[in-house]
């Protein structure tokens, strides 16, 4: 019955958690969002949609890559990046994750890339009444003496209790008795001291053994208990106290004072003789384990010593309770509170985690355009934990602080450009303001990435070329190349002939557009065209594509493809023989005709006319009846005789 009781009464307070989260929803602004979520619940529970309270569509989701930033653990929540909403990813143990923390808030970080957002969604955990108060044994025996006055104080153990706040101990109860009553001294952070009072003298003739029952009891509804049996044995006459010779005690530490470093001795006094004076001196009960694992007390001499690892970042103050007992029958004790105040020192170097970062950037990205997010934190405190950030190095980039304390920007600070530099290694240094300062470096790699900002560019311009006329029809007479500094398809040029204008030789030429190699349709006559110009066009395949054109200077030269034709004399039929008369007498030396030739080629390939050798009898008898010249070439003759 009792069983089936509490798991109703857990529903109903799930059940009020989650309407708690709902209104708590309600209540928060665009500006903050603020979930809270009962322990304990069911996995896949839902916390709030996340998405609707930031104001984001759902569809965004995805495609922005929306995400929880977590460490290695599991982490304790997922989204949904279907449709935005927060859900529990696994139980979630309040004790575990927050201890004795009177408010349990998880700051979730969550991210939305391109462009970068970092939302910072808080997360309440409340505390449900899960754990019974238990004290650290079962019986307690406890010696009094009957000389002890009424008003006698004495300390009993505390109860525990892993749940906070109102779900912890709340009050003692002691069972009804005539000599004693109970008092409850409350030392803050759910810490509730019983002590129990004398308030009518023993008398150990009428009863020697009192039988008491302590009821620890939390806030819960309905509340949680737990006991411990007291057992008091009266004893004889030991009438005086320790009595220390301080008011107070306290010192203060730093971290990394060496284990073995007596820090203070405490003293206290008997007026009592024999064991009845003598002291020893011990830790309260209330004095918790781990304080036990940093210090320990020297019964006889009252000397305090480290005998652990301080770390001020874990706790900077420690209250401990000292008690001096005699060693008479019906011991006497004493308490008395030792401040121990742990002093920072700088033993922790900044750690930088990079929320988030695009590894590839666009050469054509503005000034201040955001590359990466950066944290860093110290866990030291005061000037030890305060940090600063700096890139040390001739790179486009710097840092800008965030509104977010300790959070960072890396922006570009000038315009990049692939074509000089392609990709960045960039150091943050993290350096706190410690003394001596400590600092710490984070590298990332930063690509720059491709975008169509160089045309192409030919090798030679303009480019100028010689061709031998009577050239073969489709062979390649020709190539141009240019080249690109962008890259992939940015750099992956064609070529192609303008065929605008007035040029119109340029159809009689084709092009291969992938290597520049240009090919003649036809065969061109140096006698017809000596010299023709055309453009060609080199476009690259980004976009939008760029290009750029040259002019090509095309010479034909010559070949000896023409005879010489003589043009004079000629005779009536236009063949090349004449009859030229001569008068009889006279002299050697006289003029008889002039031979004129024409021949379409040039240069050497061009007419040219010399005189014909023949031996003297001949060149005589030739002289009589007329001159024999010979126009010739290099590989050609025509005879003309006069």
Same mark, same amino acid.
């Given at each position: 019955?009792?069983?089936?009781?509490?798991?109703?009464?857990?529903?109903?307070?799930?059940?009020?958690?989650?309407?708690?989260?709902?209104?708590?929803?309600?209540?928060?602004?665009?500006?903050?969002?603020?979930?809270?979520?009962?322990?304990?619940?069911?996995?896949?529970?839902?916390?709030?949609?996340?998405?609707?309270?930031?104001?984001?569509?759902?569809?965004?989701?995805?495609?922005?890559?929306?995400?929880?930033?977590?460490?290695?653990?599991?982490?304790?929540?997922?989204?949904?990046?279907?449709?935005?909403?927060?859900?529990?990813?696994?139980?979630?143990?309040?004790?575990?994750?927050?201890?004795?923390?009177?408010?349990?808030?998880?700051?979730?970080?969550?991210?939305?890339?391109?462009?970068?957002?970092?939302?910072?969604?808080?997360?309440?955990?409340?505390?449900?009444?899960?754990?019974?108060?238990?004290?650290?044994?079962?019986?307690?025996?406890?010696?009094?003496?009957?000389?002890?006055?009424?008003?006698?104080?004495?300390?009993?153990?505390?109860?525990?209790?892993?749940?906070?706040?109102?779900?912890?101990?709340?009050?003692?109860?002691?069972?009804?008795?005539?000599?004693?009553?109970?008092?409850?001294?409350?030392?803050?952070?759910?810490?509730?001291?019983?002590?129990?009072?004398?308030?009518?003298?023993?008398?150990?003739?009428?009863?020697?053994?009192?039988?008491?029952?302590?009821?620890?009891?939390?806030?819960?509804?309905?509340?949680?208990?737990?006991?411990?049996?007291?057992? =008091?044995?009266?004893? @004889? !006459? +030991? /009438? #005086?106290? %320790?009595?220390?010779?301080?008011? &107070? *005690?306290?010192?203060? $530490?730093?971290?990394?004072?060496?284990?073995?470093?007596?820090?203070?001795?405490?003293?206290?006094?008997?007026?009592?003789?024999?064991?009845?004076?003598?002291?020893?001196?011990?830790?309260?009960?209330?004095?918790?384990?781990?304080?036990?694992?940093?210090?320990?007390?020297?019964?006889?001499?009252?000397?305090?010593?480290?005998?652990?690892?301080?770390?001020?970042?874990?706790?900077?103050?420690?209250?401990?309770?000292?008690?001096?007992?005699?060693?008479?029958?019906?011991?006497?004790?004493?308490?008395?509170?030792?401040? =121990?105040?742990?002093? @920072? !020192? +700088? /033993? #922790?170097? %900044?750690?930088?985690?990079?929320? &988030? *970062?695009?590894?590839? $950037?666009?050469?054509?990205?503005?000034?201040?355009?955001?590359?990466?997010?950066?944290?860093?934190?110290?866990?030291?405190?005061?000037?030890?934990?305060?940090?600063?950030?700096?890139?040390?190095?001739?790179?486009?980039?710097?840092?800008?602080?965030?509104?977010?304390?300790?959070?960072?920007?890396?922006?570009?600070?000038?315009?990049?450009?692939?074509?000089?530099?392609?990709?960045?290694?960039?150091?943050?240094?993290?350096?706190?303001?410690?003394?001596?300062?400590?600092?710490?470096?984070?590298?990332?790699?930063?690509? =720059?990435?491709?975008?169509?900002? +160089?045309?192409?560019?030919?090798?030679?311009?303009?480019?100028?070329?010689?061709?031998?006329?009577?050239?073969?029809?489709?062979?390649?007479?020709?190539?141009?190349?240019?080249?690109?500094?962008?890259?992939?398809?940015?750099?992956?040029?064609?070529?192609?002939?303008?065929?605008?204008?007035?040029?119109?030789?340029?159809?009689?030429?084709?092009?291969?557009?992938?290597?520049?190699?240009?090919?003649?349709?036809?065969?061109?006559?140096?006698?017809?065209?000596?010299?023709?110009?055309?453009?060609?066009?080199?476009?690259?395949?980004?976009?939008?594509?760029?290009?750029?054109?040259?002019?090509?200077?095309?010479?034909?030269?010559?070949?000896?493809? +023409?005879?010489?034709?003589?043009?004079?004399?000629?005779?009536?039929?236009?063949?090349?023989?004449?009859?030229?008369?001569?008068?009889?007498?006279?002299?050697?030396?006289?003029?008889?005709?002039?031979?004129?030739?024409?021949?379409?080629?040039?240069?050497?390939?061009?007419?040219?006319?010399?005189?014909?050798?023949?031996?003297?009898?001949?060149?005589?008898?030739?002289?009589?009846?007329?001159?024999?010249?010979?126009?010739?070439?290099?590989?050609?003759?025509?005879?003309?005789?006069?």
């Amino acid at each position: 019955m009792e069983q089936r009781g509490r798991q109703a009464w857990r529903e109903r307070w799930l059940w009020v958690s989650c309407l708690f989260a709902m209104v708590a929803f309600k209540s928060v602004s665009f500006a903050q969002i603020r979930y809270s979520i009962a322990e304990e619940v069911k996995e896949g529970t839902v916390v709030g949609h996340i998405a609707k309270d930031i104001g984001l569509d759902k569809r965004a989701l995805k495609n922005r890559g929306y995400r929880i930033v977590h460490g290695s653990t599991e982490p304790l929540f997922r989204v949904n990046q279907d449709d935005g909403i927060l859900y529990v990813n696994r139980k979630i143990d309040r004790e575990e994750v927050c201890e004795r923390s009177k408010a349990c808030v998880i700051e979730l970080k969550t991210v939305l890339e391109n462009p970068l957002e970092v939302h910072y969604v808080p997360v309440e955990v409340l505390d449900v009444n899960d754990h019974a108060p238990t004290f650290p044994e079962n019986e307690k025996l406890l010696e009094i003496s009957e000389s002890a006055l009424p008003g006698a104080r004495f300390q009993l153990h505390a109860a525990h209790d892993a749940d906070s706040g109102l779900l912890s101990v709340q009050q003692y109860k002691l069972s009804p008795n005539e000599h004693f009553r109970l008092e409850v001294k409350d030392r803050g952070e759910d810490r509730k001291i019983p002590i129990l009072i004398l308030q009518k003298s023993l008398d150990r003739e009428s009863v020697k053994t009192h039988n008491l029952l302590l009821t620890a009891i939390d806030g819960g509804k309905p509340p949680k208990s737990g006991e411990i049996k007291i057992t =008091i044995e009266v004893v @004889d !006459v +030991n /009438d #005086n106290h %320790p009595v220390f010779t301080k008011e &107070s *005690y306290s010192v203060q $530490l730093q971290e990394n004072t060496a284990i073995g470093t007596t820090i203070i001795q405490v003293n206290a006094t008997d007026p009592d003789e024999g064991a009845n004076g003598e002291v020893l001196y011990s830790f309260s009960n209330d004095v918790h384990g781990k304080v036990r694992g940093y210090f320990d007390l020297n019964s006889i001499t009252g000397e305090i010593t480290v005998s652990g690892v301080l770390d001020f970042e874990e706790r900077n103050r420690y209250e401990i309770d000292i008690q001096a007992s005699d060693k008479g029958v019906g011991t006497f004790t004493t308490d008395k509170s030792v401040i =121990i105040d742990i002093i @920072d !020192v +700088n /033993d #922790n170097a %900044p750690e930088i985690e990079v929320m &988030s *970062y695009s590894k590839a $950037l666009p050469e054509d990205s503005k000034s201040g355009t955001t590359v990466a997010v950066i944290t860093v934190k110290d866990s030291d405190s005061g000037i030890n934990g305060k940090v600063m950030c700096s890139i040390n190095q001739d790179v486009p980039f710097t840092l800008t602080p965030s509104v977010q304390t300790n959070m960072y920007s890396v922006v570009t600070k000038t315009l990049l450009d692939r074509e000089k530099q392609s990709q960045y290694d960039v150091t943050i240094t993290a350096k706190d303001a410690g003394e001596p300062n400590l600092a710490s470096e984070k590298t990332i790699q930063i690509d =720059i990435s491709d975008v169509n900002d +160089n045309s192409p560019q030919f090798v030679l311009s303009p480019y100028t070329f010689y061709l031998t006329e009577n050239n073969s029809p489709g062979d390649s007479i020709f190539k141009v190349q240019a080249t690109d500094q962008d890259e992939g398809n940015n750099a992956l040029i064609s070529y192609h002939i303008f065929r605008g204008g007035e040029n119109l030789l340029s159809s009689f030429l084709n092009m291969n557009s992938e290597n520049g190699d240009i090919v003649a349709l036809k065969s061109f006559d140096f006698e017809t065209l000596k010299t023709f110009k055309f453009q060609v066009v080199a476009t690259d395949s980004g976009s939008p594509s760029l290009s750029s054109n040259v002019s090509v200077n095309v010479f034909l030269l010559d070949q000896n493809d +023409n005879p010489p034709v003589i043009l004079h004399p000629v005779s009536s039929n236009g063949s090349a023989e004449g009859v030229e008369e001569v008068p009889r007498n006279v002299p050697a030396g006289h003029l008889v005709t002039k031979v004129r030739a024409y021949d379409a080629d040039i240069g050497y390939n061009g007419c040219a006319l010399k005189p014909r050798t023949y031996p003297p009898s001949i060149y005589q008898k030739q002289t009589m009846t007329g001159l024999c010249v010979t126009a010739s070439n290099t590989d050609l003759e025509r005879n003309a005789t006069c």
